[in-house]
Nanobody, 123 residues
Framework: QVQLVESGGGSVQFGGSLRLSCAAS????????MAWFRQAPGKEREAVAQ????????YYADSVKGRFTISSDNAKNTVDLQMTSLKPEDTAVYYC????????????????WGQGTQVTVSS
């Protein structure tokens, strides 16, 4: 079983920055692809970014390319999401996920989930 715990959410103004962190633990987590998803009220959960633990492969949704950066730290067992130039449409609950196929943007394909952290961007 893999455990994922997110931290770092909060409220910022348009154009601001936030850094989310996901701490992973449990059996075999280092074998899995890691991802960040987000879900806004009334919308489906959508993939934001993905990374392999080696950091050699990454994926970004078109809506966040050039603004968000995903990174992994094998020593700390964390996966971070640095978010810059934030917009009101980035407002959502952000979830850390593990165990899905790389490039899969379908939430049900991912096996492990954190509890989520709220990000609110005001205009």
């Amino acid at each position: 079983q893999v455990q994922l715990v997110e931290s770092g959410g909060g409220s910022v103004q348009f154009g601001g920055s936030l850094r989310l962190s996901c701490a992973a633990s449990g059996r075999g987590f280092s074998l899995y692809v890691m991802a960040w998803f987000r879900q806004a009220p009334g919308k489906e959960r959508e993939a934001v970014a993905q990374i392999t633990w080696s950091g050699s492969s990454t994926y970004y949704a078109d809506s966040v390319k050039g603004r968000f950066t995903i990174s992994s730290d094998n020593a700390k067992n964390t996966v971070d999401l640095q978010m810059t130039s934030l917009k009101p449409e980035d407002t959502a609950v952000y979830y850390c996920a593990a165990g899905g196929p790389f490039y899969s943007t379908t939430a049900r394909s991912w096996n492990y989930w954190g509890q989520g952290t709220q990000v609110t961007v005001s205009s």
